[in-house]
């Protein structure tokens, strides 16, 4: 079982090994790819080259150098990554806030199974009979898995009702906030645009209906994203997730 920690009380980190040392990574199941923060891989003398591309929900193009063959620890698990991102956090955080040596994405996680409990705050990996014991009392949930940049990046989206017909909404514990429900989906939904300010920050609460699971009540904003939705911290609070990406399987529990 691994401990997750609240970095600056808003993202989620855990303890990585890497490089013969104990390292403080962002967890973020929304980043796509894993990335070494760029000081720590000057400090390593690591092979930087080439270019990784991608999008954020915003729409905003990101693009990265890469680092081949990286091999880190996780929890006394080891994980090789074929490459993994060369991240700035120089542009990404605020400038007083403490160094982070970079961020642990689904794509390190690819062929394991485990699960999220964001009651705990922990992570913990699955065999194949506790994950047969943990799931359970859970609910299995419709989901996709979206591979972008070349094929490094990996996401996954649950499916949400939406009259019958179903939208696909990305999880992210890297979104501090509300829900985001983009407009196009909103409309379908009946849901007026933010009126204000403060309930655009702070969010609406609402109803959404998962698909194979109870309806849910969430803080959500309205905002144009190039997904149907983004389903962050106000959603994943008392809850717990089991992931088994290599079978592309996902329950959803509550306490």
Request: hydrophobic share 40%; proline share 3%.
């Amino acid at each position: 079982m691994i401990q997750l920690s609240l970095y600056q009380n808003v993202l989620w980190t855990l303890d990585v090994q890497f490089a013969g040392r104990t390292r403080r990574f962002f967890f973020d199941t929304g980043a796509g790819v894993s990335c070494i923060a760029q000081a720590l891989a000057a400090e390593e003398e690591l092979d930087t080259w080439g270019r990784i591309s991608g999008f954020r929900m915003s729409g905003r193009r990101m693009d990265m150098a890469r680092c081949d063959n990286v091999t880190l620890a996780i929890g006394g698990r080891t994980f090789h990554h074929e490459s993994m991102g060369i991240v700035d956090f120089a542009g990404l955080l605020p400038p007083d806030w403490p160094a982070t040596d970079g961020i642990i994405a689904l794509s390190t996680l690819a062929e394991q199974a485990f699960t999220l409990d964001f009651t705990e705050h922990t992570l913990s990996f699955e065999n194949d009979q506790s994950l047969t014991e943990r799931t359970e009392t859970m609910q299995p949930l419709s989901i996709r898995l979206a591979r972008v940049a070349g094929g490094l990046s990996l996401g996954v989206f649950v499916a949400v009702d939406v009259g019958g017909r179903y939208a696909w909404f990305e999880l992210d514990t890297g979104n501090t906030g509300p829900a985001i429900v983009a407009p196009h989906i909103a409309r379908e939904l009946g849901w007026p645009q933010a009126k204000h300010e403060e309930e655009e920050r702070v969010g609406a609460l609402r109803t959404l209906r998962l698909y194979g699971a109870a309806e849910v009540r969430t803080a959500t904003v309205v905002r144009d994203i190039i997904y149907d939705g983004n389903l962050g911290r106000s959603f994943f609070d008392g809850t717990s997730l089991c992931f088994d990406l290599k079978r592309g399987r996902l329950w959803y529990g509550t306490r």
